[in-house]
């Protein structure tokens, strides 16, 4: 019975603490106006943009979002890239922004584009690369990142 109490309060605890994660794509933010002020910032900082594309029903996508808050990840991206988080919904908002990208989102998500500070597309995945990033699990992702360089044309 303690055994039972005490997996029930853990399983509690980690709910909560889930819950309480901030969601970690915005939803009613402008994206449009974010990918703006990513590209200048790609332009100001000589870096590339990336849009990652995600919603916040996604546990890949959440899975995906916690990878790039660790130190061995974050240190790869920041070293290259302004990247900018853009919602998605259920496939049916901000496609205005995903478009011009071509059908980066159309095999899953989450999905990324990298871009030029001058908005000329450089990498997508458009075919789902990380549609199953918790599938790929830390040290998956991690890969797939530290090569992403060598796809863009940016040293690592």
């Known amino acids: 019975m303690k055994q039972l109490i005490s997996f029930i309060a853990a399983f509690t605890l980690g709910i909560a603490a889930f819950a309480s994660d901030p969601a970690p794509y915005d939803e009613s933010a402008d994206a449009q106006a974010q990918v703006k002020q990513a590209l200048a910032r790609a332009k100001a900082e000589n870096k590339q943009a990336m849009i990652v594309f995600g919603a916040n029903w996604c546990g890949d996508c959440k899975m995906l979002d916690g990878e790039f808050k660790k130190?061995?990840?974050?240190?790869?991206?920041?070293?290259?890239?302004?990247?900018?988080?853009?919602?998605?919904?259920?496939?049916?908002?901000?496609?205005?922004?995903?478009?011009?990208?071509?059908?980066?989102?159309k095999k899953g998500i989450p999905s990324i584009v990298v871009a030029t500070a001058d908005n000329q597309l450089v990498y997508a995945t458009n075919g789902g690369e990380l549609a199953d990033a918790r599938k790929m699990g830390e040290s998956g992702v991690l890969a797939f990142f530290q090569q992403l360089p060598a796809k863009t044309g940016r040293k690592s």
């Open 71 to 105: 130190p061995a990840l974050k240190s790869v991206l920041d070293a290259s890239y302004v990247i900018v988080k853009v919602d998605v919904g259920r496939f049916n908002k901000n496609l205005d922004v995903v478009k011009p990208y071509g059908e980066v989102i």
